[in-house]
């Protein structure tokens, strides 16, 4: 069984920077990613990486603020958001999944609970 834990989350200004962790534990699957979730919205990919490598893939739309990385020795993935904007207000959820890289929600098997991010303007 594969757990994963998201924290990092919180309120900051626009503009401003925030960094999310993911630290899984049991057996672990090679592909990492995050999504998020805007209330009254549908999930979002937002990026992924594999564990082995560091292939990485990230949505167009945070490509130059955000950035997904690894440290394997703490079985643990981050994502870095710069530049944040009120647009990214959501739940983040990181979530993990076998094969290749994907951008799909629902390709993935495993998933936390979310830690909320909020960007006030």
């Known amino acids: 069984q594969v757990q994963l834990a998201e924290s990092g989350g919180g309120s900051v200004q626009a503009g401003g920077s925030l960094r999310l962790s993911c630290a899984a534990s049991?057996?672990?699957?090679?592909?990492m990613g995050w999504f998020r979730q805007a209330a009254g919205a549908e999930r979002e990919f937002v990026a992924a990486?594999?564990?082995?490598?560091?292939?990485?893939t990230i949505a167009d739309s945070v490509k130059d603020r955000f950035a997904i990385s690894k440290e394997n020795a703490k079985n643990t993935v981050y994502l870095q958001m710069n530049s944040l904007k009120p647009e990214d207000t959501a739940v983040y959820y990181c979530?993990?999944?076998?094969?290749?890289?994907?951008?799909?929600?629902?390709?993935?098997?495993?998933w936390g609970q979310g830690t909320q991010v909020t960007v006030s303007s």
């Open positions: 979530a993990a999944r076998w094969s290749i890289l994907s951008r799909s929600g629902n390709e993935y098997n495993y």
């Open positions: 049991g057996r672990l699957p090679n592909i």
């Open positions: 990486i594999t564990r082995i490598g560091g292939a990485t």
